[in-house]
């Protein structure tokens, strides 16, 4: 029975059984991308051509704050747990460390974390912190600056690298993601890697994903999860860290240096050794659209059926229906193996990676 009441009442507890899909795999985390835009223009990530400036992108209208905790309630009533804010960039969409405060102010929301560019982190830790996020991922593809400004279009490595010491200085548990390109980036494993040894943070190598019409990805750019392992044990041992999956689809390694140093890398695998068996989450894009997988492009708008005047009820029969049409898995992998295109046509700032 659908009871229609208005968007604008809060969400009512709605019962629901476990949130299992049809193979099996319990679905607890949801992703929400706040917004598309972003104060950087990283080369595999966003469409080429884009204006260089946070508003280069046209506007879309995204769900407000209110519908964002009003569609986070009714997920966490039926049993979702764990919540990761990404984007665009999260951190320039104005009023968000209110909206984070909110949200942890929500029982049964265990978990929320933050991925970001950490452009803006600097100023921001104090505040993310005492509004309750406690995990942050910090995308950073290169060490050298002049290398930063070519692949994200503008030149700041210092802001970022400022923000990741505040953040780790602050006590964050800190997650540098580093996206592994081939003759772009490559030739600094290993100081990544010393990074995981002398920081108190984790190290993640992302396997190059193609993404969306225009994306910048090439096969020969490629580097598999695989090659960066054998690479990475030129320098060091790597311990696989069994059964550890807090990490979701990172493989984590303790590497230990030939002096005895110890620090973890991850490896997130998308291409060559996908996750989706053990795939837990859903998106919520940013104009409101829930989203199964990202390699999958099939969506279904929770943002029309709220400002429809939908239920909580609706709202949650739509999460359920979601995760009862969760796709296997994807084919990426053999997608490329007989074309160059693969992926979705979607693009990775509106559905937040
Ligand atoms: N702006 C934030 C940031 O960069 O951390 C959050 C959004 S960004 C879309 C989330 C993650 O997706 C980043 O770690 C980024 O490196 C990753 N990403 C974007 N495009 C990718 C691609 N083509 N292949 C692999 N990872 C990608
Ligand atoms: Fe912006 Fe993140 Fe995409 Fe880079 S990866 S363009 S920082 S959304």
């Known amino acids: 029975m659908n009871q229609i009441m208005s968007p604008l009442e809060s969400a ?7 949130l299992v899909d049809q193979f099996s795999r319990t679905i607890s985390y949801l992703r ?15 469409p080429q051509g884009v204006e260089n400036d946070v508003e280069g992108l046209p506007r879309i209208d995204l769900l407000s704050y209110d519908e964002l905790l009003r569609i986070v309630r009714v997920a966490v009533s039926m049993g979702m747990n764990k919540l990761r804010l990404t984007g665009g960039e999260p951190l320039v969409r104005p009023g968000v460390m209110g909206f984070i405060g909110d949200l942890s102010a929500i029982p049964g929301l265990d978990d929320i974390r933050l991925t970001t560019n950490g452009v803006l982190l600097q100023d921001k830790v104090d505040a993310l912190y005492e509004a309750g996020i406690r995990k942050l991922n910090i ?12 692949i994200t279009g503008v030149d700041c490595f210092a802001k970022v690298w400022q923000g990741i010491e505040a953040a780790c200085a602050r006590g964050f548990q800190v997650k540098l993601n580093a996206v592994a390109m081939r003759d772009v980036n490559d030739d600094e494993l290993a100081d990544f890697a010393n990074l995981a040894v ?12 193609p993404m969306g019409e225009r994306s910048s990805w090439e096969r020969n750019r490629f580097i598999s999860a695989q090659e960066l392992r054998e690479r990475l044990a030129r320098i060091g041992t790597l311990e696989r860290i069994p059964g550890c999956r807090i990490d979701g689809p990172a493989r984590i390694y303790d590497l230990v240096m030939s002096d005895g140093r110890r620090g973890k890398v991850g490896f997130i695998s998308p291409i060559s050794h996908h996750f989706c068996d053990r795939c837990n989450r859903l998106r919520l894009t940013s104009e409101g659209r829930l989203r199964a997988c990202l390699l999958h492009d099939r969506e279904t708008d ?3 059926m709220i400002r429809a005047g939908g239920s909580d009820q609706a709202i949650a029969a739509s999460i359920r229906q979601t995760i009862l049409d969760k ?15 693969g992926g979705c ?6 559905i937040g990676g």
């Open 12 to 18: 009512v507890p709605v019962t629901s059984p476990e």
């Open 32 to 46: 929400l991308s706040l917004t598309d835009r972003c104060n950087l223009r990283c080369r595999y990530c966003m």
């Open 139 to 150: 995308s950073l593809d290169t060490l050298k600056p002049e290398r930063f400004a070519k």
């Open 198 to 209: 002398e920081r108190p943070l984790q190290v993640r190598f992302i396997e190059f994903m």
């Open 302 to 304: 929770l943002k029309e």
């Open 327 to 341: 796709p296997k898995g994807h084919t990426l992998e053999n997608d490329l193996a007989v074309s160059q295109r």
């Open 345 to 350: 046509q979607g693009r990775m700032s509106r």
